[in-house]
Nanobody, 121 residues
Framework: VQLVESGGGLVQPGGSLRLSCAVS????????MTWVRQAPGKGLEWVSA???????YYADSVKGRFAISRDTAKNTVYLQMNSLKPEDTALYYC????????????????WGQGTQVTISS
């Protein structure tokens, strides 16, 4: 099993980035796939999830600015991030969730290596 994130970088406030998570070893669309971030010096923070049935969920901090999606043919999950703020600066992880609770990090079984997002002028 591998989850490989890409697409991070340095952008100015108000800018956009699109993160990708290429999945191998299981079918992403049959799982709850999430994005979780960790800001410098802080704990993990759940950002967004797409469930196998297609339900989509966002943390209040990113609602209206971020959009999660998946490409079944490519077995890839995306996170489109718009109107980025300095407080969005973090290492962003793609992960598979096996429990109903987004903030129960013991319920995640597979993680990517993370991609760094830095928002700064």
């Amino acid at each position: 099993v591998q989850l490989v994130e890409s697409g991070g970088g340095l952008v100015q406030p108000g800018g956009s980035l699109r993160l990708s998570c290429a999945v191998s070893g299981f079918t992403a669309s049959s799982s709850t796939m999430t994005w979780v971030r960790q800001a410098p010096g802080k704990g993990l923070e759940w950002v967004s999830a797409v469930r196998s049935g297609g339900g989509i969920y966002y943390a209040d901090s990113v609602k209206g600015r971020f959009a999660i999606s998946r490409d079944t043919a490519k077995n890839t999950v995306y996170l489109q991030m718009n109107s980025l703020k300095p407080e969005d600066t973090a290492l962003y992880y793609c992960a598979r969730l096996r429990s109903p609770y987004y903030s129960d990090y013991s319920g995640y079984d597979f993680w990517g290596q993370g991609t760094q997002v830095t928002i700064s002028s």
